[in-house]
């Protein structure tokens, strides 16, 4: 009770190579298979317990829709108000344990899956939101042991931070846990945000009433069992799929609602402002409000750029993960001096990728994640093809007869307003806008204000005084800005990831600043020798 605990120093996670012959490609391969074979029943976890409601939805794989994995109770209502009764049970004695015990049960989830738990949670992550080994590895393993060894590092960082004081006296600063509960709503397209949205809340005293996406069920149900292996008590972290406007409409609606983590669209984190705002009255205390949102992310080349730099930025940048990441390239500006070189390349490369399911590793797109983003990524291409401004140069297939396939596709628009260079579209298209090299001081202004986002983004160029120039006059474009690299790929303790303007809050998933958004902090002042009379030396006369 009397030591000072130190966090072991973080490091970030190797990534494994998955390369034939490798060990872990072999333990990946029997898990995909053991687990394809089976369909786990997926329950509600409140308060530590498992709740059946027998309404159920199938979980799917995106490659093959025909193919059930699991199937999952939906919470109503009633559930709903029973987590949030579960966390604030919880709440008091979390929030007032010691910060080495709490932050252990994280470090305990990242040491079994940097072990024993690795190939079950990527092999759930690539079939049930059909992402290839290498995509999996770098999501549901290495970042979510990233966010929680360095959460905790940060952790110790922020408790340490104290005030000064006179002699006399000890001042002292206590960083508590809100009052009430956090609401934790993830997206589908990354398993390490499903972790961290209610985990990092959780590591600085916090409870949680989590709402996982509905395409990421049973890879966000495995997190759960991390984090009940780990040792985190009943009702720190509750788990509830289910209808998103149902579940936000009773967690809205309590007194106790504390505030909110979220990733996922614009509209709906908007809807979830104004909600707070009409209700603020309501609450405990004003709620935290902290997401990061969508992203329409650009890659802007100047005539000096390396020209194989960009075409490889593009590759990867637009279609890894069918360019369902917030931060995927999906408009780039490239010059007229350096299109005759770079389009026959991009072209040849881009329609060299393979594409199929996740058993077959040689593939390097996969399928996108369901029905509804088949329908939207397909319309937007149907309508550049039959469009007098854009042209479909290489792709633009898409079949959804087995699996939600769309083939990555390049579109070149005539105007820099057309749609798709405006539109997040959240799949594998990138659009491209050839633009006069004279023009670079007005494609720069182009980037900034085309898209109300400001996520991620990226310049290529080579002459310094460019690279200065474009920085400066993005300033405001990208939470998360590259130079001659790829708009992706960001790192825990490295770049921590967000943006602002219409992309969020840009509280910085993955270093101090998210985690100060979790506390509320009390100021104490201890005086050992306490005055006795209450005048001042300048009360006295002259």
Same mark, same amino acid.
């Given at each position: 009770?009397?030591?000072?605990?130190?966090?072991?120093?973080?490091?970030?996670? !190797?990534?494994?190579?998955?390369?034939?012959?490798?060990?872990?490609?072999?333990?990946?391969?029997?898990?995909?298979?053991?687990?394809?074979?089976?369909?786990?029943?997926?329950?509600?976890?409140?308060?530590?317990?498992?709740? #059946?409601?027998?309404?159920?939805?199938?979980?799917?794989?995106?490659?093959?829709?025909?193919?059930?994995?699991?199937?999952?109770?939906?919470?109503?209502?009633?559930?709903?108000?029973?987590?949030?009764?579960?966390?604030?049970?919880?709440?008091?004695?979390? @929030?007032?344990?010691?910060?080495?015990?709490?932050?252990?049960?994280?470090?305990?989830?990242?040491?079994?899956?940097?072990?024993? #738990?690795?190939?079950?949670?990527?092999?759930?992550?690539?079939? /049930?939101?059909?992402?290839?080994?290498?995509?999996?590895?770098?999501?549901?393993?290495?970042?979510?042991?990233?966010?929680?060894?360095?959460?905790?590092?940060?952790?110790?960082?922020?408790?340490?931070?104290?005030?000064?004081?006179?002699?006399?006296?000890?001042?002292?600063?206590?960083?508590?846990?809100?009052?009430?509960?956090?609401?934790?709503?993830?997206?589908?397209?990354?398993?390490?945000?499903?972790?961290?949205?209610?985990?990092?809340?959780?590591?600085?005293?916090?409870?949680?009433?989590?709402?996982?996406?509905?395409?990421?069920?049973?890879?966000?149900?495995?997190?759960?069992?991390?984090?009940?292996?780990?040792?985190?008590?009943?009702?720190?972290?509750?788990?509830?799929?289910?209808?998103?406007?149902?579940?936000?409409?009773?967690?809205?609606?309590?007194?106790?609602?504390?505030?909110?983590?979220?990733?996922?669209?614009?509209?709906?984190?908007?809807?979830?402002?104004?909600?707070?705002?009409?209700?603020?009255?309501?609450?405990?205390?004003?709620?935290?409000?902290?997401?990061?949102?969508?992203?329409?992310?650009?890659?802007?080349?100047?005539?000096?750029?390396?020209?194989?730099?960009?075409?490889?930025?593009?590759?990867?940048?637009?279609?890894?993960?069918?360019?369902?990441?917030?931060?995927?390239?999906? #408009?780039?500006?490239?010059?007229?001096?350096?299109?005759?070189?770079?389009?026959? !390349?991009?072209?040849?490369?881009?329609?060299?990728?393979?594409?199929?399911?996740?058993?077959?590793?040689?593939?390097?797109?996969?399928?996108?994640?369901?029905?509804?983003?088949?329908?939207?990524?397909?319309?937007?291409?149907?309508?550049?093809?039959?469009?007098?401004?854009?042209?479909?140069?290489?792709?633009?297939?898409?079949?959804?007869?087995?699996?939600?396939?769309?083939?990555?596709?390049?579109?070149?628009?005539?105007?820099?307003?057309?749609?798709?260079?405006?539109?997040?579209?959240? /799949? !594998?298209?990138?659009?491209?806008?050839?633009?006069?090299?004279?023009?670079?001081?007005?494609?720069?202004?182009?980037?900034?204000?085309?898209?109300?986002?400001?996520?991620?983004?990226?310049?290529?160029?080579?002459?310094? #005084?460019?690279?200065?120039?474009?920085?400066?006059?993005?300033?405001?474009?990208?939470?998360?800005?590259?130079?001659?690299?790829?708009?992706?790929?960001?790192?825990?303790?490295?770049?921590?990831?967000?943006?602002?303007? /219409?992309?969020?809050?840009?509280?910085?998933? /993955?270093?101090?600043?998210?985690?100060?958004?979790?506390? @509320?902090?009390?100021?104490?002042?201890?005086?050992?020798?306490? !005055?006795?009379?209450?005048?001042?030396?300048?009360?006295?006369?002259?």
């Amino acid at each position: 009770m009397n030591g000072i605990p130190a966090i072991p120093p973080p490091v970030n996670e !190797p990534i494994f190579s998955y390369a034939p012959g490798s060990p872990e490609r072999a333990e990946l391969q029997a898990e995909l298979a053991r687990q394809a074979d089976q369909v786990v029943d997926i329950p509600l976890i409140i308060g530590g317990e498992e709740v #059946r409601t027998g309404n159920t939805i199938d979980v799917v794989m995106p490659h093959d829709h025909g193919h059930v994995i699991a199937t999952a109770h939906m919470a109503g209502p009633d559930e709903v108000r029973r987590a949030i009764d579960a966390a604030n049970a919880a709440h008091r004695e979390w @929030s007032m344990m010691r910060w080495e015990d709490r932050v252990a049960v994280f470090l305990k989830v990242a040491s079994l899956l940097a072990g024993p #738990r690795r190939a079950k949670l990527n092999a759930a992550t690539m079939l /049930g939101q059909s992402k290839n080994a290498f995509q999996a590895e770098i999501d549901s393993a290495c970042e979510i042991i990233d966010f929680f060894r360095f959460g905790a590092h940060f952790a110790q960082e922020i408790y340490g931070k104290q005030p000064i004081s006179e002699p006399g006296e000890w001042n002292r600063a206590e960083y508590r846990a809100l009052e009430g509960f956090v609401y934790a709503v993830s997206p589908f397209n990354f398993t390490a945000i499903g972790a961290n949205l209610p985990g990092t809340p959780a590591m600085m005293g916090n409870v949680s009433v989590w709402k996982p996406s509905l395409a990421a069920l049973l890879s966000n149900y495995y997190v759960m069992e991390l984090f009940d292996e780990a040792g985190l008590p009943p009702g720190v972290i509750n788990f509830v799929p289910g209808d998103p406007v149902e579940v936000t409409k009773v967690v809205m609606e309590d007194s106790s609602f504390a505030g909110i983590h979220f990733t996922g669209s614009t509209t709906v984190f908007r809807s979830f402002w104004k909600t707070i705002g009409d209700n603020i009255a309501k609450y405990r205390s004003y709620p935290r409000i902290v997401g990061e949102t969508g992203g329409k992310d650009f890659i802007a080349v100047h005539p000096s750029a390396d020209v194989t730099a960009v075409k490889t930025a593009i590759v990867r940048g637009a279609f890894e993960y069918q360019g369902q990441k917030c931060s995927a390239a999906s #408009r780039a500006y490239i010059p007229e001096s350096m299109w005759g070189d770079l389009k026959g !390349p991009l072209i040849e490369e881009t329609a060299s990728l393979s594409m199929g399911d996740v058993f077959d590793f040689s593939n390097f797109v996969n399928a996108v994640i369901d029905r509804k983003a088949f329908d939207k990524i397909k319309g937007y291409i149907e309508d550049a093809k039959a469009s007098d401004d854009a042209e479909v140069i290489v792709g633009g297939e898409c079949d959804d007869s087995v699996g939600y396939f769309v083939t990555p596709t390049i579109i070149v628009a005539h105007r820099p307003d057309y749609v798709t260079m405006c539109d997040e579209i959240f /799949g !594998p298209v990138i659009t491209l806008y050839i633009y006069p090299d004279a023009e670079w001081e007005e494609t720069l202004e182009l980037v900034d204000t085309t898209s109300e986002y400001a996520l991620t983004g990226a310049i290529f160029a080579k002459d310094r #005084r460019v690279i200065r120039h474009a920085t400066n006059a993005l300033y405001q474009s990208a939470g998360n800005f590259y130079i001659n690299d790829k708009p992706t790929g960001a790192v825990v303790g490295q770049q921590p990831f967000g943006g602002a303007r /219409g992309s969020g809050t840009n509280d910085k998933a /993955g270093s101090m600043f998210n985690l100060l958004r979790w506390v @509320s902090a009390r100021s104490i002042k201890e005086n050992f020798v306490s !005055p006795t009379d209450y005048t001042y030396p300048f009360l006295e006369k002259d």
